[in-house]
């Protein structure tokens, strides 16, 4: 069912069901992150490898212990500093991590969302929720409870599982996900909280990411909609996206005008969504410039306009 009850979403949890939930980033496919079983039914339903791991979301610092281990001072700093946010770290996980969230590795992804809906969950639940993004693998994160019902419905038991609708997430791209297993943080996938951030905070150099650790948010082809994306002007596209500076060429149909990079990456997947839904061939989507969370959109981009 859609809900807007915490009481509905906790009791689908502890039955062992799945519940979408919003968080400030995109919509996460929740269950509860101790139960191998219930945390199985979102592989299925996403059509994602068991192979690849998935965050577990906690409801702050004082349970980062209960998940992991060898934690370092300056992952202690980003984890102070950023949490509630839009920040994952990847840390040795502690004893009795099931290999059904690290994806049989030695390593578990930890968040704290910054969202009130998502943080009571957790705290009424009592559990740690295992979720990934809330969509079909290899396709767009949903930013809207709708988007979430048009990609997972027919792979939901709407009867039992629930999706919580929350409205829009705010942020709209997906965590910085930081290695927090080495001696300085590697980022693995970039987002809102900035490589500048991470240094200030840590007064470490961050490192190029040549870790061995799996995570399908760095496949190149990946939030992938169903038009081909074009990153420069293309003759006979028919929609576009771009900074409200930008005017809409002759002939396609405007998709997006973010007024800002942070209104660009809030927008950016409904936008994608909105092609597919219109049934667009050709998108043309002018990436922002600059660093921080332009980096992340440009990231975003790249691979949505890379077809597997
Ligand atoms: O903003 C977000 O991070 C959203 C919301 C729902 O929290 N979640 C999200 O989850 O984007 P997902 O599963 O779509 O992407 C999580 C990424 C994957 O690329 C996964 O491989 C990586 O995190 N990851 C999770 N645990 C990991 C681990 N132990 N080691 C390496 N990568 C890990
Ligand atoms: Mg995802």
């Known amino acids: 069912m859609i809900t807007a009850s915490i009481e509905v979403a906790v009791a689908a949890l502890k039955r062992g069901d799945l519940v979408a939930i919003p968080t400030e980033t995109v919509y996460g496919l929740a269950a509860d992150a101790s139960s191998e079983s219930a945390v199985r039914r979102i592989y299925e339903a996403k059509g994602r490898p068991l192979s690849h791991p998935v965050i577990v979301h906690i409801s702050g610092i004082a349970d980062l212990e209960r998940w992991a281990t060898d ?61 990934p993004s809330a969509n079909r693998f290899g396709a767009v994160s949903p930013t809207t409870a709708a988007a979430v019902l048009e990609d997972l419905g027919p792979y939901l038991d709407l009867g039992k599982d629930v999706i919580f ?89 405007r998709l997006a005008s973010p007024k800002d990079v942070s209104e660009y990456a809030q927008v950016l997947y409904q936008a994608l ?26 990231d975003r981009l790249l691979r949505a306009a890379t077809k597997s």
């Open 165 to 253: 609708d929350g409205g829009d997430c705010s942020v709209g791209v997906e965590s910085t996900i930081v290695d927090a297993t080495g001696e300085r943080p590697s980022i693995l996938r970039l987002g809102a909280v900035t490589r500048e951030m991470i240094e200030a905070i840590t007064q470490l150099e961050v490192i190029e990411n040549t870790s061995e650790i799996r995570a399908p948010g760095t496949l190149a082809a990946h939030y992938s909609p169903s038009a081909t994306v074009h990153l420069k002007m293309f003759e006979g596209a028919d929609g576009f996206i771009g900074l409200a500076e930008l005017q809409t060429p002759e002939g396609m149909l």
């Open 71 to 131: 934690i370092p001072d300056w992952a202690y700093a980003l984890a102070k500093k950023c949490w509630p946010g839009p920040l994952t770290l990847i840390l040795k996980r502690a004893a009795g991590v099931g290999d059904w969230v690290t994806g049989g590795q030695d390593t578990v992804g930890l968040r704290v969302p910054n969202h009130p809906i998502a943080l009571e969950v957790i705290k009424a639940s009592g559990f740690g929720l295992a979720a």
């Open 273 to 298: 969504r909105r092609a597919d839904a219109f049934g667009l061939d050709n998108v043309v989507a002018i990436p922002p410039e600059g660093q921080g969370l332009a980096e992340a959109i440009r």
